[in-house]
């Protein structure tokens, strides 16, 4: 912009000075700028009002555009053809038409695509419908995320639908204040991710596993697997007696925790949460520590996978006095309104 003003004024001035003064001057710049080209780079760098200036300087007398060294004569006639182009571009540019279609419904289009692998633009245009947005099927087929998983469900989902038929056991192992060994026993059913027995003795056997877990499934409401380590002390009657309650035994494979994720995440938590804060003086002690701590988990601790809920559904309480009632010796804290 100062480089136009500072232009404009030369022009101005120039109206007051003699013709041989302005010979005189045109002389002099143009050997200046002879001199000048000889240090400049190869191709000056012009910006958008140099070029406008070019090109309105050119257009009473085409002919002075030869007088110029730093750039060739077609240069201004292509500046200003492209000019003419972006000028009509803007003058033909859409004032109407469709409105756009707002960044969160084409959000939403495109979290329902990825989230329904089985639903096409139909399903989702009808669902976008009772939701009140008011979009053609098109646009739906427009804003669907490109490059979707095949149809089908992820494992996430299969595990979800099958987890009501899935629990599993394992033990852990808890030394006492006199360096004593206790194995405590834990059976969770992976839905809702309930602890549905726990148990602690100083001698696990086959015999006394199988007695646990028929008294942590009742006959009428048993789990179709049963998922469990490669334990020696797991024998022939547990396997004896989960045929005979209709229970799949299903052992994982040597030395792979991690196909027993849910049951090897709660001892973790058992240990972090209670047991690594306690020293435990003996079999019964242990035995209503993991008591406490099983009904702690199941009716107050929140979940991740449970959509921050607990395993036994914990309704939300939105009036009266805050109250917190002390567990667990007051590792932990239950609050709620009364």
Request: net charge positive.
């Amino acid at each position: 912009m100062i480089d136009a003003l500072m232009l404009v004024a030369s022009v101005l001035a120039s109206l007051f000075k003699s013709r041989a003064r302005l010979e005189a001057e045109i002389l002099v710049l143009g050997h200046q700028l002879m001199i000048l080209r000889r240090k400049a780079p190869p191709r000056p760098r012009l910006s958008v009002l140099d070029r406008l200036i070019f090109v309105w300087l050119s257009r009473p007398r085409p002919s002075v555009i030869t007088a110029v060294t730093i750039i060739r004569p077609e240069n201004g006639v292509r500046w200003h053809r492209a000019g003419f182009r972006l000028y009509w571009r803007w003058k033909s540019r859409s004032r109407g038409g469709r409105p756009r279609m707002s960044l969160e419904v084409r959000h939403l289009i495109c979290e329902m695509s990825l989230a329904n692998p089985l639903w096409g633009a139909p399903r989702i245009h009808g669902e976008l419908l009772k939701l009140g947005v008011e979009v053609a099927q098109s646009t739906v087929a427009k804003y669907m995320a490109r490059g979707r998983r095949p149809p089908g469900q992820s494992w996430k989902t299969f595990l979800s639908n099958h987890a009501a038929g899935i629990a599993a056991m394992d033990l852990l192992v808890v030394p006492t204040i006199g360096f004593r060994l206790l194995y405590g026993f834990v059976i969770l059913h992976h839905h809702r991710r309930r602890i549905l027995s726990v148990a602690v003795t100083s001698h696990p056997t086959a015999e006394w596993i199988a007695r646990q877990i028929a008294k942590a499934f009742p006959w009428q409401d048993t789990p179709q697997y049963l998922l469990r380590d490669r334990d020696g002390v797991s024998g022939h009657v547990v396997r004896l007696r989960l045929a005979a309650m209709g229970i799949r035994d299903r052992p994982i494979t040597a030395r792979s925790p991690w196909q027993n994720g849910p049951v090897e995440r709660l001892i973790g938590s058992i240990r972090r949460e209670c047991l690594d804060h306690v020293i435990v003086f003996g079999e019964g002690h242990l035995r209503r520590i993991l008591k406490s701590y099983a009904d702690h988990h199941n009716r107050v601790r929140t979940h991740l996978s449970l959509d921050k809920n607990a395993p036994i559904h914990r309704p939300a309480n939105r009036s009266g006095r805050i109250t917190a009632i002390p567990m667990l010796g007051g590792l932990h804290h239950h609050y709620l309104r009364i």
